[in-house]
C-alpha cells in the first residue's frame, strides 16, 4: 500500500476515465492526493463532470498503476483554499488554481479506490495481479 501512496503523492496528473450513456472520456487532469484518496477539480460545463452526475465512477491512470474509485462531489474550490487539499492545489498547481479554482462553475472531486491493480511484467510476461493493493 505504501508504494500507491507514493506514487498518488509524487504523481500530479492522471488521465482520468469517466463514462456514461455508451460513451466513455479520457482527459488528464491534474490531482493532488491524501493517502490513496485523489483530488482533481474540473468545470461543471466540462462532459467528464455531466458523465460522473450520470456514472460516478472512474479511472484514474498513470504508467502501470490503474486506480477505479467512485469520484464524489466535495465542493467548490475556493470553499477548499484554507484546507491541507486546497493548500496543496495551490503548492503543487499554482497556474491551474489562479486561473481556474475561482470559477464559478470548477467543481472539486474525491475519488476513493476500493483497490488498486498493478500491471508488472516478469519473465517477458504481463501480469495484472495479485498485485492488487486493497485500500478497504
Request: charged share 25%.
Amino acid at each position: 500500500q505504501q508504494e500507491v501512496i507514493a506514487l498518488i503523492k509524487k504523481s500530479t496528473t492522471w488521465v482520468l476515465a469517466s463514462a456514461a450513456d455508451h460513451h466513455v472520456t479520457a482527459r488528464t487532469v491534474f490531482t493532488v492526493g491524501n493517502g490513496v484518496v485523489i483530488f482533481f477539480q474540473t468545470d461543471r460545463n466540462f462532459i467528464k463532470d455531466k458523465r460522473m452526475f450520470v456514472n460516478p465512477y472512474v479511472t484514474l491512470c498513470r504508467d502501470n498503476y490503474q486506480i477505479e474509485g467512485k469520484a464524489k462531489e466535495i465542493g467548490h474550490p475556493p470553499e477548499m483554499k484554507n484546507s491541507a487539499i486546497g493548500r496543496r492545489f495551490r503548492q503543487q498547481h499554482p497556474p491551474a488554481y489562479k486561473r481556474y479554482s475561482e470559477l464559478e462553475t470548477e467543481t472539486l472531486f474525491e475519488a476513493h479506490p476500493p483497490q488498486v491493480p498493478i500491471w508488472k511484467q516478469m519473465d517477458e510476461q504481463a501480469y495484472r495481479g495479485p498485485f492488487i493493493i486493497s485500500t478497504v
